[in-house]
């Protein structure tokens, strides 16, 4: 993180700037508001889940190709937490709601760090510095892991449903804003507030900090690096299963292959955002999930590309993405 007098503020004037250009396409201020909420809830999941995997790339150098089994463990995870407490979730209460989604975000982070822990020392550590081991090695981890996911809950699409008092909307004038969007920019805005904390007020956050930036600085000056790294990809993990259970519930069902449906715009965050930065991370998943919803109301046809024409745009401005921490 810089400090906030160095801050390049350009990169965080292209969020407010993309909304206002959207704001006279879309034809009215109610479909502007409804569609711009929906950006944001969808850009603060996907940041979720990118803020762990850009750390990795950052801090380890490591192409980890295999993230998004963990989205869909934690996803899966869930629903089986919350299909136990279905007493909880049908009932037409925010707080008894609350009750049963905080326990099922907990397991599935729990249980998607405790699986990543696993893989970083069976699957990842063998290949450190070797990049295109990496990536296969990586992509054949998630492909067993998916199957191991049919093996437990099967291969079929099962429902994720929101939770009673998170279903419905609320009304703004004409503009109708999902209760769950709201609660999604929450948590996601909650996310970001922690890892900044924890990057800029503590020790570990420092180390991290001067990891990404020069691995061989902090192992000279005694500090076990490799521990920082199974910490920095335990966490990581963590927050992707957090991530899939936020994303499941927008989606409303789960299904083995979801975590490499996502990657693709992971991956698409993380090289607009620059590599190891979390501050990118975030402004990299908001424009992101703001030109999804444009473009899908207004050019269903082109909305596929238009991230990755966003991409090239922001790669012909900034090579190194919006806030570049390594030039690995």
């Known amino acids: 993180m810089t400090n906030l007098k160095e801050l390049d503020w350009k990169p965080m004037a292209l969020v407010p700037v993309l909304a206002l250009i959207a704001l006279p396409l879309t034809g009215s201020a109610s479909t502007w508001l409804t569609l711009t909420v929906a950006g944001l809830a969808m850009g603060m999941i996907i940041f979720i889940i990118a803020s762990g995997l850009t750390l990795v790339f950052g801090l380890m150098d490591v192409l980890n190709f295999g993230h998004g089994v963990f989205i869909a463990l934690g996803a899966f995870v869930a629903t089986t937490v919350l299909a136990s407490m ?19 975000m907990l397991a599935a982070m729990a249980v998607a760090g405790a699986v990543g822990l696993v ?48 279903r419905g909307s609320l009304i703004f004038g004409d503009a109708a804003v999902e209760k769950y969007r709201i609660l999604a920019v ?13 990057l800029n007020s ?5 180390l991290i900090r001067a990891g990404v930036q020069d691995r061989e600085m902090v192992e000279s000056l005694g500090y076990r690096i490799r521990r920082l790294f199974v910490g920095v ?29 996502v990657n693709v715009l992971i991956f698409i965050v993380i090289i607009i955002g620059g590599l ?8 990299g998943a908001l424009l992101v999930g703001l030109m999804a919803n444009y473009t899908g109301f207004l050019v269903p046809k082109v909305a596929m590309f238009s991230n990755i024409a966003l991409m090239v745009a922001i790669l012909l401005w900034r090579p190194q993405g919006v806030y570049p921490v390594t030039s690995r």
């Open 233 to 261: 990809f335990v966490v990581g993990s963590g927050l992707a299963g957090l991530g899939g259970v936020m994303w499941g519930l927008y989606q409303q069902s789960v299904i083995p292959q979801m975590g490499a449906q």
């Open 119 to 166: 893989f970083e020392r069976v699957i990842i550590r063998p290949v450190y510095g070797m990049h295109l081991k990496q990536i296969l090695i990586t992509m054949g981890g998630m492909i067993i892991g998916e199957e191991l996911i049919k093996v437990i809950w099967g291969p079929q699409q099962i429902p994720l449903p929101l939770p009673e008092a998170l």
């Open 202 to 206: 503590t020790k570990v956050g420092l």
């Open 186 to 198: 929450l948590v996601g805005t909650a996310v970001f507030a922690a890892m900044v904390w924890t």
């Open 86 to 104: 279905g007493s909880y979730t049908t009932a037409d209460s925010l707080w008894l709601n609350l009750m049963a989604l905080f326990p099922a």
């Open 276 to 283: 190891g930065s979390t501050l990118g991370a975030l402004i």
